[in-house]
Structure formats: structure tokens, C-alpha cells
């Protein structure tokens, strides 16, 4: 699955890039494994120790790379490993959100959702949905660099 | 040039009954930088681990990519094999395809597809790692207990048996906490004070155990191994040195109607005092707010009667510093200030209600009423005494949501106490629910119900005084009908909270409490004794609701933790910590802020610029605190912080990798 | 000062001392009462146990009608008080509710304006240094119990202009007018009114409960701010007395009874001479204690 094959619309499937807390829904994932429940094949994870430590470059190169959604999946709050760091994770999304729209880009291509390790359900739900959600949404145009 | 090995696991057939791995290996070895890729069928056996060391051996690899299970489980393993291949175990990554693709996809193309993906990642992220060593820290061998009650004293006695130094630093007077206020403890109904004022003694004559009393943790800095305390130990205007505890001064002061603490409200104490006579120190101090002395420089009576001349009216406090490598803190419990409340109980204006701590101190032979229980308001023995159970407990809209645990089992050791006491006594017991789990403890229950105490299901709704009695209205769920109690005394299992000034305690300390203001512990189920704050660890009701039992077995069990880390001259610690590069660092000190651990600080440093020698401030990691969380990462603005393990350009690699 | 004014079903009735009373005080105090055009019943003791949409959309008319001039309620009865109250919290509270109930009542209604207690208006509202300045007779000496019933000052949720257990607005007031309000355990215990003419056995039994420790206490009368109150405390009185064999006398009036009279309004204009228990006694007590007060200077 490359970004150049995936600009044939009728074999276009959305890439969406989850980054997961290794607390919380990264653990929340892994309980979705193990039960064995079954979610459409379109997410790639990338574990990070906090969803505190997503860096809104990473969303932003995502996107330029050609993404078509991404979701930053954290501890319920309140339940952070690190006590705060989702709460800095709720204040960028929150910030993305109202940049998304300046610019002119359907919000919904961020999402943010708080997983807890005993969720395995909820993150698989998660993934079909926002799934769904951007493959409604088509293709990411806007963002992506197409000097390459 | 990095020569990176990459092996899948087939993890027998979970992965491979799904997944092409001979195809993810083989499209593997095409990506930039592979020089070796396989498939093996179990990878964390022997002997895959086997094969990661020979093939760097044979093809000379440098960085090792696993993809296999979650990381969650096998990481470590991997890290371990890749050490004992040769190279830093830090030079490594691995991915997950068993939980995150083989066992939740079914279409073997696009679940082998996903899986190429995501080797894709691991290896960009490999590429980008750098050998990472383990530092260690030094560990100063000495504990901090805060609180001097029934946890504190077993933390402390455990610690100082296991062969180290304690400094025991307890607010009150005198050492003890709440248990030496009690009568007798359920359900063996032994004598509180006779088992606990031994080990008040034990306590203060340990050769490993220094007390300061009236004296409270005014600041602590440094980080697991290396804290640095500053107690302020208040004002005694007593010498203790001299002092030879004999009391004079007590019988002598003139200021005798002061409301004892000790004694719940229930006595008096004078305002040269110790608490209560096996108070440890058994030494007095001056009560500086009621002392006449003191706030008017009249009398000055107990410097003349005190045959040593101990008394220091110009007594100062005083601040002490001392270095820690653990802290246990043990700050207990007060009681629900109900009379704020509870309106529908009168709101505290009727003498003849009060607390079960209160009836403790009436019941108690050395209380005020030498063991009679006697109403406050007329000294008259009381013949009908009603318990309610739960007052600001299990109520979410005048007190607290949680259940206190012990007030079931105190009440119903008050009600025997009252049917064994009292000749022709009526005793009734207002309860929601009997909560009982504990050794023993049902069966106290059920032998106080057949002395014949008389439980009632239900709230008591009003409590108002007519005459010489308490009128209770309340209702019996079980008969469903209202119920009208004409009582001598009313006693209120009030909810436990934590104790006055607990937060802010904590604060200094530096960890975080729950929504009721208890501790909060690491982990609810697996790390009940820890902190989020390494090296801080909890013991007793300061971390939630406890009877006897349970607040001495977390004593010794925070003690044990506490042991564990002083046990060692240094400890290791994870190198995915953040790092800062000082030649970006605009010492901003936005991530200061941000750390929940308080693991960076800003320090000067000192440069060559322009031909002068410059000072500027940069931010500075403690990597004794550092969690590696990487919140400040993120938020750094010149981009001067990374994260060891998950730098910017590792993820940004990942990221980049998944769209090539 | 104007408010909007909902006197409910009994002010023109049973309670017509109350109406009486209530327009006496408004005119000296200088409060301009606009009675709600068409207003409609609250639905009290009813609707909220048959249908919760339907309880919460009669008071919502009267509610936006109010609004719609701008103007906070002020509502002397107290069971029509907490309907009302119920349902300005269930508006603010949530916009599906806000929608559903201005659908239902044909109107908007946002729950901009305040439903006020009639006593909260008499005396927080106006203040209390106005009401005791212009108690010209003050009420020297006269000891009430005051009894604010079920509904004025609870469910806490709901009222929030007293302390539910151990409320004092009325107590301030008496103080302000001269009176003693005497200290008494059954201030806000229920009269049963819900029964008043289903199981009057428990209404005349919990009556007789307030009136004894109203009399135990020491009061020389009774002052409610409930038309149901009043009902079950005076009407109720005589079958209370020969139930119980014994004699209590003890006057029942409305708070704004005692506040006309200190403000020098003829007793039988406010309304004294409608109720069942004379009440002649404390007029001729307030009396007595102010020539008792002028003599001795």
C-alpha cells in the first residue's frame, strides 16, 4: 500500500496512523488481539510512552505524507501513567481542531479517543469507526506534498 | 554503514496462519539498510534467540528488528538476546504482528501487507537509535517516615530491623496517631493503649529511629535515593534535654480548661501538657496560643516550679536538614467534620450526640469519665443509646461516596460496649448495611446482636431534643415503618477522611492525591504501597480507609519497599529518559512547568560567545526523576528536549516509513 | 421592584387570606406583583407522579409568560414554588428538555428569569432593614414558631435560599418585626398535605406533631408560608384536638399576615378574620406588648 497506488480511486483504501500510549491503548489494542476481535485492516500503530509526547509535527508530517486520518489515543483522563500528559494531549487536539478548520481541512481527519488497557473492545469499535469516518471523507488531497 | 537484521515469528501458527511471514521476510530484506532478514517459527525459544546471535555474528549486524508479539510481554527478552548477540540493547526495535494484525485480520494479503508496513517502521526506527547505556545514582541509606501513628511507628521499626537509619517525623507532641485514643480494638476487644504504647516505646528507643515531634516536613527536594529534607521542628519551649518528664508543671499551670485533642473535646488539658501520660516523648511542651506567659508575659508559674529549669519561654523553631533515599508516608485519618453537614442531626448544637471517637473516650478508663459512660450534657448515665452508622459515609450528597470500612465493626464493638457496661441499657443501631469482611469480625457481629443490640435497617432522617431526651426518627426498611427512638446519647459512626493538611503535604513531596484527597497509589490492584513519585511509598489510612489490621500489615509492606531500594549502595536506571541538547536550550522553562515529576530544572551554564565568557540558564534533566513520559518533548519549544528511545527523528522515521 | 406573580389555585380560595395579605406588603414595600395573564395550574401533587414532560410543561407556560416580559416569579405557595423551581432547573439543566417543552407549550421558554419564593421576595429580596423600618407596630413580644414545611426550603436541589434542616429566613423576619421565633425541632417536617383527602388519619396525626412541639416550644402561634399548611394546621385544628383530647389554640398565619399587620394594616382587611382558630389573641398580645413597651420609657 503506497500513496501513488492509492491515488487509483477505485483501489483507494484509507491509511490511517494511530499513535497509542503504551499504557493505556496501546495495552487496549493488545487485549483487542488477544480476544480475537476483529477490526478493518487500515491502522497502523505507532506506540509512543504518553500521548502527551505526540508532537503536532508528527500529525503534520503524517498528513504531508499522504495519510488520510490519523487518531492520538490516550488513558481516560485522569488515569494518565504520567499523571498529566493526556491533558496536553486533549489541549493539542483541541488547538488542531480549530487549525483544521482555519485551513480549511474536515476535522474529523484528527481524532482523539481515551482507551484504557481493559478497553479491548472500545479500540477495536475505535478503529472500525474512525475507519469509517475517513473513509467517508475520501482521500487526503489537501495536505499531502505532492512534490514528491 | 548499519547493517540491520530483521526476524519474524511465525509464533507457531498464530502469526503465520495468517500472515505470509516468509513474504514479509523477503520484502524485508529489500528495505534500506537490511543486511540479513528470516523467518523463524518461535523466536523468543532458545533457539531463535540462538539465531539473532548467529546471524550477527555471520553477517555482521548492528541493529535488530523483531517482529512478533506485542512488546508489552517479550521486549525485555529481545533486548537481553540482542545484549548477548553483542550489540547495545538499545540498538534495537520490535514490532507487533500477532495482536495487532494476525490475530484481529483474516485476509491474509491485506494482514501480510500490514505486516510489511510495519517492519517498514521498525526498521526506519532502528536506524535511528543510538547506543544508550544505563546510568546509575547513588542511594543515600536513611528513610523518611511522615506520621507517627500505628503505620508510621511499623514502617519506621521495620525499616530501622532491616539494619537502616529512620527519621520519624510526627506533627503532635507525642507519637501514636489516633490508636492510643481508642478503648479496646474489635474483635479481640484487646486493650488499644496496651498494645500500642508499647510499640510507641519500642519505637522511641530503636537505635536506628530519630523522632522529632511537633514537627512537620516543611520541603523536600531531589528525586529517589537522593532527597533532601528540611523539618521544622516547632517551638517546644521545653529543654527536653533537661526535662525529666515529672509533671510538675502540669499540676502547677493555671490555664486548665483548655479542650484536649486527645480526649476528643470530651476533656481538658492545661497549656504546659503531654497529650496523655504514656505519650512518647513523655516530655511536655507549652501550648504557646494559651499559655499566659507567652501571649501576655504573666504567670511564668511552671518556670518556677520546674525543679531542672527546663522551661525555655524564648524557645525558637527550628529547621532541620537531613538527606533521605526513601520517604513512607503514613498521615492517616480524621473524621468527617459531620456538624457541617448534617443538619438533620442539629448541626453539633445538642451536647448529647457525638462522634464514635468520642464515645471511645468515654468508654476508655483513662478518659475523662474514668471509663463510665456518661453523657456530656448532664454527667447522668444514658440508658437508651442510639448508634447511626454511615454518617458522611456512602452518602455522595452530604459527605463522601466511599464506604470507611471500619465503622461497622467499632460500632458494633461500641453497642457491646454499652450493653456490657450499662445495667438495663437499650442499644439500637441505625445501619445501612453490616459490613463485616475481615478475621473474625462476622462473628463479633454476631455475637453482639444476640447481647441484644437491637439493629435497625434504615437512615435515621431527624435527631431533635425534647426535654432530657434525643428524639430519633428514622425508618425500618425491613418493616417499612417509621421509627421513633426517646434516647439518653446519640453516637455517629462518622466517615474517615484524610487528615487535615494531607494535600498539602503531598505536595511538597510531590505526588498526587485521588478525588477524596487519599494518596494515590501506583496501581489500584498491583501497586497499592507506591507512589507515581519513585522512591515515596504509602502506608495506612493516608491512601484510603483502614482498620488496625490492614494499616500495620501496609506499614511493614511500605517498609519492605522502602528496605528494597535502600538495600543498595546505587541503582540503575532506564536510559529512555529525556535528554537536552544545551546548544538549543533558550532556557525558556516551559517544560519545567509541565513535568509531573519535577525532574528538570533549570541550571546555569557557562560559555565561550564572541570572544566573552557568557551565562545563560538551560533546562536540566534529573534522570533519578525523569519517567520519560516525554510530555516536555513535545512541548519544547526550540526543539532542545528529545527523548532517548523515541526521539523526534525515530518517529518521524516511523512516520515517513509507513508512506513510502 | 416588579415581579411577575403566580398566586395558584388556593390564593383565591382557600388561602384568600394569603392574597389578602400578600397584596398588602407588596403595596407597602413598594413591589408591583403583575398577576400572569390566564395563568394555569402547576400541576402540583398530580402531574410530577403521573407524567414528567407534563409536569414540568404546566408550570413552563406560566414560567414563559413571565419571561417573555422579563420578569422573575414570585410564587407565595410552596408546593407550586417547587414545581416551578423543578422545572426552571430541568430547562437550564438541558436543551433536549428546553426543546420538548417549548414544543409542547407552543412558546419559548429558557429559564431566563428566576422562580422566587414569595418569602424570599419579602425578605431577602426587599431586605430585611427595609421590612423592619417600616414595621410601624412592631410585633412586640409575640412568640411564633416558624414552620416552613416540606417544600419551601427542600429538596436542597431544588430550594436554595435556605438551609434545608435548619432554615432561618422566616426566623430574620420575625426578628425584623418585632417577634421571637422560638426554637423548635419541627420547622421543615411535613404536615401531610399529600394525603389531605386520601388518608386524613396520618394528615391529623402529623398535624398534631407540629402543633405540640410548636406548643411545647412555647409559641403563641403558628407562621407558615403554605396554603396546605395553613389547611391541615387550622382547619384541621378542632378534629385534631377532640382526636387527641386536649386543647391547643394556637393561631395559624401567613408570614405576610404578621408583616401587613406590623406594617399597620387592619387586621380584618389582611385577612385575620378568615381563619378557623381565632386570632384574635395575637392581635390583642401584639397589642398589649407595645403599650407595655411605650409605658415603660
Same mark, same amino acid.
Given at each position: 500500500?503506497?500513496?501513488?497506488?492509492?491515488? %487509483?480511486?477505485? %483501489?483507494?483504501?484509507?491509511?490511517?496512523?494511530?499513535?497509542?500510549?503504551?499504557?493505556?491503548?496501546?495495552?487496549? %489494542?493488545?487485549? %483487542?488481539?488477544?480476544?480475537?476481535?476483529?477490526?478493518?485492516?487500515?491502522?497502523?500503530?505507532?506506540?509512543?510512552?504518553?500521548?502527551?509526547?505526540?508532537?503536532?509535527?508528527?500529525?503534520?508530517?503524517?498528513?504531508?505524507?499522504?495519510? *488520510?486520518?490519523?487518531?492520538?489515543?490516550?488513558?481516560?483522563?485522569?488515569?494518565?501513567?504520567?499523571?498529566?500528559?493526556?491533558?496536553?494531549?486533549?489541549?493539542?487536539?483541541?488547538?488542531?481542531?480549530?487549525?483544521?478548520?482555519?485551513?480549511?481541512? *474536515?476535522? =474529523?481527519?484528527?481524532?482523539?479517543?481515551?482507551?484504557?488497557?481493559?478497553? =479491548?473492545?472500545?479500540?477495536?469499535?475505535?478503529?472500525?469507526?474512525?475507519?469509517?469516518?475517513?473513509?467517508?471523507? =475520501?482521500?487526503?488531497?489537501?495536505?499531502?506534498?505532492?512534490?514528491? | 554503514?548499519?547493517?540491520?537484521?530483521?526476524?519474524?515469528?511465525?509464533?507457531?501458527?498464530?502469526?503465520?496462519?495468517?500472515?505470509?511471514?516468509?513474504?514479509?521476510?523477503?520484502?524485508?530484506?529489500?528495505?534500506?539498510?537490511? !543486511?540479513?532478514?528470516?523467518?523463524?517459527?518461535?523466536?523468543?525459544?532458545?533457539?531463535?534467540?540462538?539465531?539473532?546471535?548467529?546471524?550477527?555474528?555471520?553477517?555482521?549486524?548492528?541493529?535488530?528488528?523483531?517482529?512478533?508479539?506485542?512488546?508489552?510481554?517479550?521486549?525485555?527478552?529481545?533486548?537481553?538476546?540482542?545484549?548477548?548477540?553483542?550489540?547495545?540493547?538499545?540498538?534495537?526495535?520490535?514490532?507487533?504482528?500477532?495482536?495487532?494484525?494476525?490475530?484481529?485480520?483474516?485476509? @491474509?494479503?491485506?494482514?501480510?501487507?500490514?505486516?510489511?508496513?510495519?517492519?517498514?517502521?521498525?526498521?526506519?526506527?532502528?536506524?535511528?537509535?543510538?547506543?544508550?547505556?544505563?546510568?546509575?545514582?547513588?542511594?543515600?541509606?536513611?528513610?523518611?517516615?511522615?506520621?507517627?501513628?500505628?503505620?508510621?511507628?511499623?514502617?519506621?521499626?521495620?525499616?530501622?530491623?532491616?539494619?537502616?537509619?529512620?527519621?520519624?517525623?510526627?506533627? $503532635?507532641?507525642?507519637?501514636?496517631?489516633?490508636?492510643?485514643?481508642?478503648?479496646?480494638?474489635?474483635?479481640?476487644?484487646?486493650?488499644?493503649?496496651?498494645?500500642?504504647?508499647?510499640?510507641?516505646?519500642?519505637?522511641?528507643?530503636?537505635?536506628?529511629?530519630?523522632?522529632?515531634?511537633?514537627?512537620?516536613?516543611?520541603?523536600?527536594?531531589?528525586?529517589?535515593?537522593?532527597?533532601?529534607?528540611?523539618?521544622?521542628?516547632?517551638?517546644?519551649?521545653?529543654?527536653?534535654?533537661?526535662?525529666?518528664?515529672?509533671?510538675?508543671?502540669?499540676?502547677?499551670?493555671?490555664?486548665?480548661?483548655?479542650?484536649?485533642?486527645?480526649?476528643?473535646?470530651?476533656?481538658?488539658?492545661?497549656?504546659?501538657?503531654?497529650?496523655?501520660?504514656?505519650?512518647?516523648?513523655?516530655?511536655?511542651?507549652?501550648?504557646?496560643?494559651?499559655?499566659?506567659?507567652?501571649?501576655?508575659?504573666?504567670?511564668?508559674?511552671?518556670?518556677?516550679?520546674?525543679?531542672?529549669?527546663?522551661?525555655?519561654?524564648?524557645?525558637?523553631?527550628?529547621?532541620?536538614?537531613?538527606?533521605?533515599?526513601?520517604? +513512607?508516608?503514613?498521615?492517616?485519618?480524621?473524621?468527617?467534620?459531620?456538624? $457541617?453537614?448534617?443538619?438533620?442531626?442539629?448541626?453539633?448544637?445538642?451536647?448529647?450526640?457525638?462522634?464514635?471517637?468520642?464515645?471511645?473516650?468515654?468508654?476508655?478508663?483513662?478518659?475523662?469519665?474514668?471509663?463510665?459512660?456518661?453523657?456530656?450534657?448532664?454527667?447522668?448515665?444514658?440508658?437508651?443509646?442510639?448508634?447511626?452508622?454511615?454518617?458522611?459515609?456512602?452518602?455522595?450528597?452530604?459527605?463522601?461516596?466511599?464506604?470507611?470500612?471500619?465503622?461497622?465493626?467499632?460500632?458494633?464493638?461500641?453497642?457491646?460496649?454499652?450493653?456490657?457496661?450499662?445495667?438495663?441499657?437499650?442499644?439500637? +443501631?441505625?445501619?445501612?448495611?453490616?459490613?463485616?469482611?475481615?478475621?473474625?469480625?462476622?462473628?463479633?457481629?454476631?455475637?453482639?446482636?444476640?447481647?441484644?443490640?437491637?439493629?435497625?435497617?434504615?437512615?435515621?432522617?431527624?435527631?431533635?431534643?425534647?426535654?432530657?431526651?434525643?428524639?430519633?426518627?428514622? $425508618?425500618?426498611?425491613?418493616?417499612?415503618?417509621?421509627?421513633?427512638?426517646? !434516647?439518653?446519647?446519640?453516637?455517629?459512626?462518622? !466517615?474517615?477522611?484524610?487528615?487535615?493538611?494531607?494535600?498539602?503535604?503531598?505536595?511538597?513531596?510531590?505526588?498526587?492525591?485521588?478525588?477524596?484527597?487519599?494518596?494515590?497509589?501506583?496501581?489500584?490492584?498491583?501497586?497499592?504501597?507506591?507512589?507515581?513519585?519513585?522512591?515515596?511509598?504509602?502506608?495506612?489510612?493516608?491512601?484510603?480507609?483502614?482498620?488496625?489490621?490492614?494499616?500495620?500489615?501496609?506499614?511493614?509492606?511500605?517498609?519492605?519497599?522502602?528496605?528494597?531500594?535502600?538495600?543498595?549502595?546505587?541503582?540503575?536506571?532506564?536510559?529512555?529518559?529525556?535528554?537536552?541538547?544545551?546548544?538549543?536550550?533558550?532556557?525558556?522553562?516551559?517544560?519545567?512547568?509541565?513535568?509531573?515529576?519535577?525532574?528538570?530544572?533549570?541550571?546555569?551554564?557557562?560559555?565561550?560567545?564572541?570572544?566573552?565568557?557568557?551565562?545563560?540558564?538551560?533546562?536540566?534533566?534529573?534522570?533519578?526523576?525523569?519517567?520519560?513520559?516525554? !510530555?516536555?518533548?513535545?512541548?519544547? @519549544?526550540?526543539?532542545?528536549?528529545?527523548?532517548?528511545?523515541?526521539?523526534?527523528?525515530?518517529?518521524?522515521? $516511523?512516520?515517513?516509513?509507513?508512506?513510502? | 421592584?416588579?415581579?411577575?406573580?403566580?398566586?395558584?389555585?388556593?390564593?383565591?380560595?382557600?388561602?384568600?387570606?394569603?392574597?389578602?395579605?400578600?397584596?398588602?406588603?407588596?403595596?407597602?414595600?413598594?413591589?408591583?406583583?403583575? &398577576?400572569?395573564?390566564?395563568?394555569?395550574?402547576?400541576?402540583?401533587?398530580?402531574?410530577?407522579?403521573?407524567?414528567?414532560?407534563?409536569?414540568?410543561?404546566?408550570?413552563?407556560?406560566?414560567?414563559?409568560?413571565?419571561?417573555?416580559?422579563?420578569?422573575?416569579?414570585?410564587?407565595?405557595?410552596?408546593?407550586?414554588?417547587?414545581?416551578?423551581?423543578?422545572? &426552571?432547573?430541568?430547562?437550564?439543566?438541558?436543551?433536549?428538555?428546553?426543546?420538548?417543552?417549548? &414544543?409542547?407549550?407552543?412558546?419559548?421558554?429558557?429559564?431566563?428569569?428566576?422562580?422566587?419564593?414569595?418569602?424570599?421576595? /419579602?425578605?431577602?429580596?426587599?431586605?430585611?432593614?427595609?421590612?423592619?423600618?417600616?414595621?410601624?407596630?412592631?410585633?412586640?413580644?409575640?412568640?411564633?414558631?416558624?414552620?416552613?414545611?416540606?417544600?419551601?426550603?427542600?429538596?436542597?436541589?431544588?430550594?436554595? /435560599?435556605?438551609?434545608?434542616?435548619?432554615?432561618?429566613?422566616?426566623?430574620?423576619?420575625?426578628?425584623?418585626?418585632?417577634?421571637?421565633?422560638?426554637?423548635?425541632?419541627?420547622?421543615? &417536617?411535613?404536615?401531610?398535605?399529600?394525603?389531605?383527602?386520601?388518608?386524613?388519619?396520618?394528615?391529623?396525626?402529623?398535624?398534631?406533631?407540629?402543633?405540640?412541639?410548636?406548643?411545647?416550644?412555647?409559641?403563641?402561634?403558628?407562621?407558615?408560608?403554605?396554603?396546605?399548611?395553613?389547611?391541615?394546621?387550622?382547619?384541621?385544628?378542632?378534629?385534631?384536638?377532640?382526636?387527641?383530647?386536649?386543647?391547643?389554640?394556637?393561631?395559624?398565619?401567613? /408570614?405576610?399576615?404578621?408583616?401587613?399587620?406590623?406594617?399597620?394594616?387592619?387586621?380584618?382587611?389582611?385577612?385575620?378574620?378568615?381563619? /378557623?382558630?381565632?386570632?384574635?389573641?395575637?392581635?390583642?398580645?401584639?397589642?398589649?406588648?407595645?403599650?407595655?413597651?411605650?409605658?415603660?420609657?
Amino acid at each position: 500500500m503506497s500513496v501513488k497506488s492509492s491515488d %487509483a480511486q477505485e %483501489a483507494w483504501e484509507p491509511k490511517i496512523l494511530a499513535f497509542c500510549c503504551n499504557w493505556c491503548s496501546y495495552a487496549g %489494542a493488545d487485549l %483487542a488481539g488477544l480476544n480475537r476481535t476483529q477490526q478493518p485492516p487500515n491502522v497502523r500503530i505507532i506506540r509512543v510512552p504518553c500521548s502527551g509526547r505526540v508532537d503536532p509535527q508528527f500529525i503534520m508530517r503524517a498528513f504531508q505524507d499522504g495519510v *488520510d486520518g490519523v487518531l492520538v489515543a490516550g488513558c481516560h483522563p485522569g488515569d494518565c501513567h504520567y499523571s498529566t500528559g493526556n491533558f496536553f494531549a486533549r489541549r493539542r487536539f483541541l488547538l488542531f481542531q480549530r487549525i483544521f478548520d482555519y485551513i480549511g481541512i *474536515d476535522p =474529523g481527519r484528527l481524532q482523539n479517543r481515551w482507551i484504557s488497557g481493559a478497553e =479491548g473492545d472500545k479500540f477495536a469499535a475505535t478503529v472500525s469507526k474512525v475507519t469509517e469516518d475517513i473513509r467517508a471523507l =475520501g482521500p487526503n488531497r489537501k495536505l499531502r506534498d505532492e512534490h514528491e | 554503514m548499519k547493517r540491520v537484521g530483521v526476524f519474524v515469528c511465525h509464533c507457531g501458527s498464530n502469526i503465520a496462519a495468517v500472515v505470509d511471514c516468509e513474504r514479509v521476510a523477503k520484502e524485508a530484506a529489500k528495505f534500506p539498510g537490511v !543486511a540479513f532478514s528470516i523467518d523463524n517459527k518461535y523466536m523468543c525459544s532458545d533457539p531463535g534467540q540462538d539465531l539473532i546471535k548467529k546471524a550477527v555474528e555471520e553477517h555482521h549486524l548492528d541493529r535488530i528488528v523483531v517482529a512478533s508479539c506485542t512488546p508489552r510481554m517479550h521486549e525485555p527478552v529481545f533486548r537481553r538476546a540482542t545484549e548477548n548477540a553483542g550489540i547495545n540493547p538499545y540498538l534495537f526495535a520490535m514490532t507487533n504482528i500477532r495482536e495487532h494484525v494476525s490475530w484481529i485480520h483474516t485476509d @491474509r494479503e491485506k494482514a501480510t501487507e500490514k505486516a510489511i508496513d510495519l517492519v517498514r517502521m521498525a526498521v526506519a526506527k532502528v536506524l535511528h537509535t543510538v547506543p544508550l547505556e544505563k546510568s546509575s545514582i547513588p542511594i543515600t541509606k536513611r528513610a523518611l517516615v511522615i506520621g507517627g501513628g500505628i503505620a508510621g511507628m511499623q514502617a519506621a521499626l521495620d525499616i530501622a530491623d532491616n539494619g537502616n537509619p529512620v527519621v520519624l517525623v510526627e506533627r $503532635e507532641p507525642t507519637i501514636g496517631g489516633k490508636m492510643p485514643m481508642l478503648d479496646k480494638t474489635f474483635p479481640s476487644l484487646d486493650c488499644s493503649a496496651c498494645i500500642c504504647t508499647p510499640k510507641m516505646a519500642s519505637t522511641d528507643q530503636h537505635p536506628n529511629i530519630t523522632i522529632y515531634t511537633h514537627s512537620e516536613v516543611e520541603r523536600v527536594d531531589g528525586y529517589i535515593g537522593n532527597f533532601q529534607v528540611t523539618i521544622r521542628q516547632k517551638a517546644k519551649y521545653v529543654d527536653h534535654k533537661i526535662c525529666t518528664g515529672c509533671g510538675l508543671c502540669e499540676t502547677k499551670c493555671p490555664n486548665k480548661k483548655i479542650p484536649n485533642s486527645f480526649e476528643a473535646g470530651m476533656g481538658n488539658r492545661t497549656a504546659i501538657y503531654k497529650a496523655f501520660p504514656q505519650a512518647v516523648p513523655n516530655k511536655p511542651i507549652i501550648d504557646a496560643a494559651n499559655c499566659r506567659k507567652l501571649t501576655k508575659d504573666k504567670c511564668g508559674v511552671c518556670a518556677k516550679v520546674c525543679p531542672t529549669g527546663a522551661i525555655k519561654y524564648d524557645d525558637q523553631d527550628e529547621l532541620i536538614t537531613i538527606d533521605v533515599g526513601a520517604i +513512607v508516608m503514613a498521615t492517616g485519618y480524621d473524621l468527617f467534620p459531620w456538624k $457541617e453537614a448534617y443538619g438533620e442531626y442539629g448541626y453539633g448544637k445538642y451536647p448529647d450526640v457525638i462522634t464514635g471517637l468520642q464515645f471511645e473516650r468515654l468508654v476508655n478508663a483513662s478518659g475523662p469519665t474514668s471509663g463510665h459512660i456518661l453523657r456530656p450534657s448532664d454527667g447522668k448515665e444514658p440508658k437508651t443509646i442510639v448508634f447511626i452508622k454511615c454518617v458522611g459515609s456512602r452518602d455522595d450528597v452530604k459527605g463522601k461516596a466511599y464506604c470507611s470500612r471500619t465503622c461497622c465493626m467499632y460500632t458494633a464493638k461500641h453497642a457491646h460496649q454499652a450493653v456490657d457496661k450499662i445495667e438495663d441499657s437499650h442499644v439500637i +443501631v441505625f445501619y445501612m448495611d453490616v459490613r463485616t469482611a475481615g478475621k473474625g469480625y462476622e462473628e463479633f457481629y454476631q455475637r453482639t446482636v444476640e447481647d441484644g443490640v437491637h439493629y435497625v435497617r434504615g437512615r435515621v432522617s431527624k435527631i431533635y431534643q425534647l426535654g432530657d431526651k434525643l428524639i430519633v426518627r428514622g $425508618e425500618d426498611t425491613l418493616l417499612g415503618e417509621a421509627v421513633q427512638v426517646n !434516647a439518653d446519647l446519640v453516637v455517629l459512626a462518622t !466517615a474517615m477522611v484524610p487528615s487535615a493538611g494531607s494535600g498539602e503535604i503531598a505536595h511538597i513531596v510531590g505526588f498526587s492525591t485521588d478525588k477524596d484527597g487519599f494518596y494515590q497509589e501506583a496501581h489500584p490492584k498491583l501497586r497499592p504501597l507506591e507512589t507515581f513519585t519513585a522512591g515515596v511509598f504509602l502506608a495506612g489510612a493516608c491512601q484510603g480507609p483502614k482498620d488496625i489490621p490492614d494499616t500495620a500489615a501496609q506499614g511493614s509492606g511500605a517498609a519492605a519497599k522502602a528496605s528494597a531500594v535502600l538495600s543498595n549502595r546505587s541503582m540503575e536506571t532506564d536510559p529512555l529518559i529525556s535528554q537536552v541538547n544545551d546548544a538549543v536550550c533558550a532556557g525558556c522553562g516551559v517544560c519545567v512547568g509541565i513535568c509531573p515529576y519535577r525532574a528538570i530544572e533549570l541550571k546555569e551554564i557557562t560559555q565561550r560567545a564572541g570572544g566573552k565568557t557568557i551565562a545563560r540558564r538551560v533546562a536540566s534533566i534529573n534522570s533519578g526523576l525523569c519517567q520519560g513520559c516525554g !510530555a516536555c518533548v513535545a512541548a519544547c @519549544r526550540s526543539g532542545a528536549l528529545d527523548l532517548k528511545g523515541f526521539t523526534n527523528q525515530q518517529i518521524m522515521a $516511523e512516520v515517513d516509513a509507513l508512506c513510502l | 421592584m416588579k415581579y411577575a406573580y403566580y398566586p395558584g389555585c388556593s390564593l383565591d380560595s382557600t388561602g384568600i387570606e394569603y392574597q389578602l395579605s400578600t397584596k398588602a406588603v407588596a403595596g407597602t414595600l413598594g413591589v408591583e406583583l403583575w &398577576e400572569i395573564p390566564e395563568w394555569n395550574c402547576c400541576g402540583a401533587s398530580a402531574a410530577h407522579n403521573t407524567d414528567r414532560l407534563l409536569s414540568l410543561a404546566l408550570p413552563a407556560r406560566n414560567l414563559a409568560l413571565a419571561e417573555k416580559e422579563g420578569l422573575d416569579v414570585a410564587v407565595p405557595c410552596a408546593a407550586c414554588y417547587s414545581r416551578m423551581k423543578a422545572t &426552571e432547573k430541568a430547562v437550564r439543566g438541558s436543551e433536549d428538555v428546553r426543546e420538548k417543552i417549548s &414544543e409542547i407549550i407552543e412558546m419559548e421558554y429558557g429559564a431566563s428569569n428566576r422562580t422566587l419564593a414569595l418569602l424570599d421576595v /419579602f425578605t431577602n429580596q426587599a431586605g430585611l432593614e427595609q421590612v423592619a423600618s417600616l414595621a410601624t407596630k412592631p410585633l412586640q413580644g409575640l412568640k411564633t414558631a416558624c414552620y416552613y414545611g416540606c417544600l419551601m426550603v427542600k429538596p436542597p436541589r431544588l430550594a436554595e /435560599f435556605d438551609d434545608p434542616e435548619d432554615p432561618q429566613t422566616m426566623d430574620r423576619l420575625m426578628d425584623a418585626l418585632g417577634a421571637e421565633a422560638v426554637s423548635w425541632p419541627y420547622k421543615t &417536617e411535613c404536615c401531610g398535605a399529600g394525603f389531605a383527602s386520601s388518608r386524613t388519619d396520618i394528615v391529623l396525626q402529623m398535624s398534631y406533631e407540629v402543633l405540640r412541639l410548636a406548643k411545647t416550644a412555647g409559641a403563641e402561634a403558628v407562621v407558615t408560608a403554605c396554603p396546605l399548611c395553613m389547611l391541615n394546621l387550622d382547619m384541621r385544628q378542632k378534629e385534631i384536638e377532640a382526636k387527641n383530647g386536649v386543647a391547643i389554640d394556637l393561631p395559624i398565619l401567613y /408570614f405576610t399576615e404578621l408583616m401587613a399587620l406590623a406594617f399597620g394594616h387592619k387586621p380584618a382587611a389582611i385577612g385575620f378574620n378568615k381563619h /378557623f382558630v381565632d386570632t384574635t389573641p395575637v392581635v390583642r398580645k401584639v397589642e398589649q406588648g407595645r403599650r407595655a413597651k411605650e409605658v415603660q420609657p
